[in-house]
């Protein structure tokens, strides 16, 4: 990548993006209060689950968004938004993943106007969006697939230090740990760039699904999913 490209990752990948991320926890609040996770240990093999499971889906996805958008192929979006729903049977899970890429939509149409965003409808999913914002933002798909796994872990660390006052430097040494991982989920992910929607992964993880179902009858939560 060049200086130019790398900065767009990084923009990207930015928990301070106004997109609405710091807003969830990705099913860590859940996992808290069922005594899954409890310190930083804990916290990391939480990350890693999530990150061979979601985070794989998500940086695949990504990286087919993206593969689309730079061939000029807007169509192929709405294709991977019926894959994508197909693989989130959580009605919770599939709600907030429309919400969060609403919310990035709104942010790339001032950041990066570009004409792929009219052609998503009013609530796209966020791996799809992520990876749309990655073509117009210059990157190509194993960049894309990066930003989303990143993301995937990212925001259950940052909410595990509000969540269980745990360490920050600690927290993100967890985080630095599971960079290998990340780049090779990030590479695999990369190959399903221009495959067929239907060949994307489709691995799970039902104790997420059912915990998101479970989080949103909570009456008081801090975070929203």
């Not at 593969?67 to 294709?79: C, H, P, Q, S």
């Not at 969006?129 to 940052?158: C, E, F, I, M």
């Amino acid at each position: 990548m060049t200086g130019e490209t790398t900065a767009a990752l990084l923009l990207l990948a930015d928990g301070r993006l106004p997109a609405g991320g710091h807003a969830h926890s990705g099913g860590l609040e859940p996992s808290v209060a069922a005594d899954r996770v409890r310190d930083v240990a804990s916290l990391e093999t939480f990350l890693r689950g999530r990150a061979v499971t979601s985070g794989l889906l998500a940086a695949a996805f990504a990286a087919s968004a993206c593969a689309a958008v730079l061939a000029g192929d807007n169509g192929r979006l709405g294709v991977l938004e019926e894959e994508l729903d197909a693989r989130q049977p959580s009605p919770v899970l599939r709600q907030t993943s429309r919400k969060l890429g609403r919310q990035l939509v709104r942010a790339m149409r001032v950041i990066r106007p570009h004409d792929c965003w009219a052609g998503l409808g009013r609530s796209p999913h966020h791996p799809i969006v992520l990876g749309a914002a990655a073509a117009v933002s210059g990157l190509r798909p194993y960049a894309a697939a990066l930003a989303a796994v990143h993301d995937a872990v990212a925001g259950p660390a940052t909410a595990a230090v509000r969540l269980l006052g745990l360490d920050p430097f600690a927290t993100h040494a967890a985080l630095a740990r599971l960079g290998p991982l990340l780049d090779a989920i990030a590479a695999d992910a990369e190959r399903y760039a221009d495959a067929d929607p239907a060949h994307l992964p489709a691995g799970s993880a039902p104790l997420l699904d059912l915990a998101a179902e479970h989080h949103a009858t909570w009456e008081v939560r801090l975070f929203a999913s």
